[in-house]
Structure formats: structure tokens, C-alpha cells
């Protein structure tokens, strides 16, 4: 065991398990963070507050230097079963943060810029998969409406492999914002609208992706400036919520960032 | 209760909870299907052969029309409590339905048409996704590489949401596919290929899509003839191996079924 490192006890364990539930970790403002390479690239972001590492031996050592600016009484050597006992995985992978949750400083809104607003996204899954991929394509910014499954969920940040650390996420009323930035052009997701691949697309603007099974509520969709359909050859009736946000960002990112005669 | 349906047996239970199991799977050549919108899709699909349907009352009355074709004795009337115990799912929906292993004809490759290839893909949310973007799309022929998840997985079922039905899986090797069919566009999705924006699709071929950690295997790459990258503009290191298929099924419909000039 390397110096100083402080045990867990069975009050920690319970107190950890209890932030695998939402009411919890609002109410003590600390998330859970997970495995060698999510817990790695939150040692390396700056951004996030970490409150403890509770860790195998082995992810320790192998740290070592990104962990020597935390208070060592912060770092817990546990053993895999203590691990076992304060994971949300179903296969515990080396080590387990408890992070402070973000302060999100006010957002000025930029007319150049993508935004994604997520209406009523119940599945943590999806929520994680749509940070990934705005992520991926530079979006750094959503807004989740407060019907949106909690975003330090576990099962959303394990699935954004990261990208948690690097989108903002707010919770805010949708229609409000809209409003309040009435510039900017609004593209909604919906099973009527135009041919997405027949669409323009400004530099910037607000794509509103609607819940998994009941699409974009009636408030919002008054207040789309661009109604837009992902065309279907084939039969199914629907698409996931993250696969049809992941569809538009990229025919968006291809007519803004990749533009070229075809 | 209507006429004729019979109950639930603790030695029923049992079998249906050992279908949980990909091992029993095979050996029974049954898989699960469940829900209320899932099995009544079923039940509009000749295709599949059902072997017994467990149901509250509730689903009996409102399809009873759609079941009047299966034997009496394949319908057991069963109590919300029963379903719980027989579900794969968390929150139980109405139906349990056991449906025979489909029995797939040869395949002729054509050369016109798209094709899916998953080289290890190994989560059941992802390979239920990707057959139901599929289906969007209008491919209605997926290969799977044997190490990808088992098919009737029923987490891959309810994923699919009805998709299952109309998309048709192959278990085999994928090498030898490709090699079979030298005259066929080999698309492969990579970090380092050409950008997908500037890509030209022929109207049919396949797409090899890679392992969520691994990517695509070697000897597999060594055989795409159009190596492929979804462009990234922000920091995240990879997409979510569904996400990453429907991105590509996106430009590849845009191109080839909804050209025009931008």
C-alpha cells in the first residue's frame, strides 16, 4: 500500500451506495465516476472537483502522478470486494470517484454555434450516447428540459466514455430558452417533417430531439423554425433518440463544416 | 377468463426463466419476445412461429381477434404476479411470448443491395439498435461474426422494438463472405480512413462495423476497399458502435436514394 491512503469503512460503503440514487447525490451534490480509463480522464480535467477515489492498489500505482495533487486523506486503497460494494457496474473495474457536481457558470448563447436541447430523454443510456456524440461532432453545450433523466445518473456518465467531463449540460425549461434567444434558428426531429438530406442548415442553432415515446412535446414543436423528417426506405416506425440526434448532427456538421458540390 | 387458456406451471416458469440464458436458447430453440407493441407486432408476422403466449387478461382481450388463429392450449392466461416472475424485463408489460428460432433460407448476395457486417459486437443494446436503424434504412439483411452477442439475446429483441422481425441475422464467418463475393464495395468504419463527406458510396455493398473496444478485427481490414471515418471536430475518441452505423447508413441513403445537388 503506498503512504498515507485511508481505508473505507462500512459507513462509507452505505453512504456511497446511497448516490447511486438521484435524491442522494442531489442532495449531498457528489456523483459517482467510474473504471481505469473514466477515472483517468478525470484526473486530467481540472474542471471537475474530485471528493474521493476509492481505488485497487493497482489503478493506485498505475496513477500515481496524476493522483498526488488530491489530499491523500481523499484516496482510499480498497480491496476489488469493497469495490464490488460501492459499484453501479455490473463488472467493478478497478476504481470509483465520488466528484463534486459541476457549477455551471450562465451560458450566453452564441448564434454560430450547435446546441442541443433534449425534450422529456428518459433512458440514461441515450442521454450518455448523446453527450458522446455531440462531443464528437463539438457541440459542447446541451440543455436537458427537467423532465430529462437526472444527468449524473451513473448509467449516463459511464456511457458518454468521457465526454461528460467535456459537454455542459444544463436542465432549464426549453420553450424558455427558445424564447429568450428568438434569432436563432430551431430544427425539431419529427416523424413529419422536411426530408432531412433536402434541408439547410444555419452555422449554428438549436436542435430539439423529443422524448423516446412520445417525440417532441406540443409546446416545443410550436416554436421549431424548421421541421425535419430522417426519410425511412424501410418499415421501422421509429429511431432512437440518440441515433436520430447522432443522423441530424452529422448532415449538419457535412453542409456547415464539410460543404462540397456532390 | 376466456374459454380454453390454460394456466402456468411452476415448471413452465422455470423453463421460461432458463430462455433467459443464451445456452437453453440453443438448445430449445426458443427465444423471448415480450411487451404489448412488441408481441402484437408478432402476431402480424407469418414468419415467426409462435410456440406460446403468456398473458395477463388485459392483452388477451384486446388481441383476442389476432390470437384466435394459435391452439388454445399455446395461450395461458397468467396474473400480473406470474409475468414478474417470467420477464427478462424490469417493469413487466402484459406478454411473454415464446417464438421458435427462425429458420433462414440460403442467402444470394445482391449486388445492388446494402449489407450490414458486425465483426464482434458484443452489447445487446447496440446490436438491437443497429437492426432497428437498419430497418429504417431499409436493409434487410444484417451478418453477424460469431462472437457477436447471440442474436436472440432478449435484450436485442426488445431493443430492436419490431425490427427483429423484418431484419434478417446471419451468424458466419465474415472473411469468408466477403471473399465469397469479390465483386462487392467492402465499406469499413476506422479511425484513421477516408472522411465519410467526401466518400462515394456505390448503390450497394457491405459495411463492416468494428467492436465496441477493438474496432475491426485485422484480417478483416485487410479486405475493406474503402476505409471510412466519421469526421470529428471535438475531442471525444470514438462513437458508440450503433451510432457510428447509422451515421454512415445516413450518407450512404442521402447519397445514393436522395442525391441532389448542395
Known sequence: MLNNQVLIS???IKSIRLLHDKKHRLEQGLFIVEGEKMVAELLKDASFKIDSIFSTEDFLTKQSKALKDLASDSIHQISEKELGQISTLQTPNKVLAL?????RADIKIQAK?????LDNIKDPGNLGTILRTADWF????????????????????????GSFFRVKIYSCSLEALIKQNPSLTVY???????????STFETGGFLVIGSESHGISEGLKALLTHQIKIPNIGM??????SIATAIICSEWTRQIDFRKKD
Do not use: H, R, W
Request: aromatic share 8%; net charge negative; proline share 6%.
Open 113 to 117: 454555434k450547435k446546441y442541443i436541447l
Open 188 to 198: 425539431g426531429a419529427v416523424l413529419e417533417g422536411e426530408n432531412l438530406y433536402e
Open 10 to 12: 462500512k459507513a462509507q
Open 138 to 161: 463539438g457541440i459542447d453545450t446541451i440543455f436537458c428540459s427537467p423532465e430529462c433523466v437526472e444527468s449524473t445518473n451513473p448509467k449516463v456518465v459511464q456511457a458518454t466514455m
Open 236 to 241: 421501422a416506425e421509429s429511431l432512437n433518440a
Open 99 to 103: 466528484v463534486q457536481f459541476p457549477k
